[in-house]
């Protein structure tokens, strides 16, 4: 037995299973990519030239702030059903838990279609003072809720009943202890919740939030269906003329990649923010 | 169950009195008709096997927990009730939290505030409730941090701090709402060993400038130095009451005398 160590070489396990999967996994995306540019249909001069249109980068800023808005409204009135679900009134309790079922039970879709055409249920909104019969508010419903309005609508009622679980959950993994702290400090229930309790939540609800947002900007797409002025109507219109459908939808593509990668990045920050205290959440 | 009625300190009005006691959760009577009174600057410890009731009791007197039976008074108001006439009116959760100003907690597990630092925590409630100016209390809070020897520890985050420190910027939080009454809900069991001591020290500097305090506790040798009166509860009831050294030192109950052999 000859153990000089200084000869013997030590082999590593040699993986060649991950070499050959490797190697297939490449294969394959490169002949994906040649197959890609070597189509005359994908035209990169028709993306380059579209791309930053005016009426592609309206849709951009359409989109944009159909997000923030629905997001805004969202999270408010997500805010106000989470409190009411967990607020010790039945009754507030059962209209929250019924409007998160109606708007969390029905595709998105069908209710931007439905406040597109609600109109067609109620055909005036009308506004009087009760009892006396004086009326302060009278329009057809189409002159209030034009299609924009109604993307808002139905966007923000959406996402309220989403945020309001999310808010919720996070309201919930809030310890007792915190809660009790603040009422033996003298702390009113309304001042416990907006100090002590929703900054906490904030670290368990800002992840799924920012999910929330990226799920909003691309959904947004979807009130292209009642003309919503949107990055995707914008783009649909285009290729509804010229045909050229791929080559638009890679313009939409790449600007919805590029503005999820944005908030992506402002997720990443805000949570640093909220992560304050915690060990995990990068302070120090 | 009898309690001898012990007012070392002054015979004027009890700080806190509370007459036959009762509590339940469901069908469970968790306080049987407790009989305690604490006079002003009086220093009371509560002594007892765990789930003899005196946590409960604790959080009853600042309406954590909301009686089903007896009267409970602090300063001579009735906790979580106003009398009008013949009636007893349940009050509001802003009249109760206005009443809780006035008594400081402090609990087993701190429940610091972790989004806040050590000074966040001890200005959030004179701000948001007494608003107090952010300057002056600034200035207290970092006065009492000082009194609690954290006066370096002012920016740092309740995860940052050790279990006593964390403890300590509790106390120091309390005492910014200025209380006439303070209760310790066993605020050295959640402690490593080694750092007890500074709690404690600091909450016999707090009883030797007479505060009134109620302290839940199973530490004898902080009950037989620092309490004007001890109460030992067992079975949701109070077993037997008086000074330290008649209490710890020569029980009269057995059930007085079998716990104290087992944590002596």
Known sequence: MTTDTDTVRVVPVRHYGRWA????????????????????????????????????????????????????????????LAVMRLSANPVLRGVSWAFIWVFRGTPLLVQIIFFGFLGALFPRLTLTVPFT????????????????VAAVLALSLNEMAYAAEVIRGGILAVDDGQTEAAAALGMSPALTLRRVVLPQAMRVIIPPMGNETITMLKSTALVSIIAGRDLMTAVQTVYQNNYKVIPLLFVAAIWYLALVSLLSAGQWLIERRFGRGFARGGVR | MTVT????????????????????????????????????GEVSCLL???????????????????????????????????RHGEKLYELKAREVARRRR???????????????????????????????????????????????????????????????????????????????????????????????????????????????????????????????????????????????????????????????????
């Open chain 2, 48 to 82: 007892g096997p765990s789930g003899s009731g005196k946590s409960t009791f604790l959080r009853c007197i600042n309406h954590l927990e909301r009686i089903d039976g007896g009267q409970l008074s602090v300063d001579g108001e009735l906790v979580g009730y106003r």
């Open chain 1, 21 to 80: 999967t490797a190697l297939l996994v490449v294969g394959l995306a490169a002949l994906f990519l040649r197959a890609l540019f070597d189509s005359p249909n994908l035209e990169p001069g028709t993306i380059r030239e579209y791309l930053f249109k005016d009426y592609v980068l309206d849709g951009v800023v359409t989109t944009l702030w159909l997000t923030l808005l629905a997001m805004v409204l969202g999270t408010v009135g997500g805010v106000l």
């Open chain 1, 133 to 148: 019969g004086t009326i302060l508010f009278d329009k057809p419903t189409s002159v209030v809720v034009t299609g924009t």
């Open chain 2, 102 to 264: 006035d008594i400081g907690m402090v609990f087993q597990r701190f429940n610091l505030f972790p989004h806040l630092t050590a000074l966040g925590n001890v200005i959030e409630a004179p701000i948001r409730v007494l608003g107090t100016p952010r300057d002056k209390a600034r200035a207290e809070a970092l006065r009492l941090l000082d009194r609690v020897g954290l006066a370096e520890k002012a920016g740092n985050y309740p995860g940052q701090l050790s279990g006593g420190q964390q403890q300590r910027v509790a106390i120091a939080r309390a005492l910014a709402m200025h209380p006439k009454l303070m209760l310790f809900d066993e605020p050295t069991s959640a402690l490593d060993p080694e750092l007890v001591g500074e709690v404690l020290d600091v909450m016999k500097g707090l009883a030797a400038d007479g505060m009134t305090m109620i302290v839940v506790t199973h530490e004898m040798g902080f009950a037989r130095e620092v309490a004007d009166s001890v109460a030992f509860l067992d079975g949701g009831v109070v077993v037997e009451a008086g000074p330290p050294d008649e209490v710890l030192g020569n029980p009269r109950h057995d059930r007085t005398r079998a716990f104290l052999d087992k944590v002596l």
């Open chain 2, 5 to 40: 009625e012990q007012t070392p300190v002054t015979a004027t009005r009890p700080m806190v009195r509370a007459q036959d006691v009762v509590k339940r959760y469901g069908p469970i009577e968790v306080l049987k008709g407790i009989d305690l009174s604490v006079a002003p």
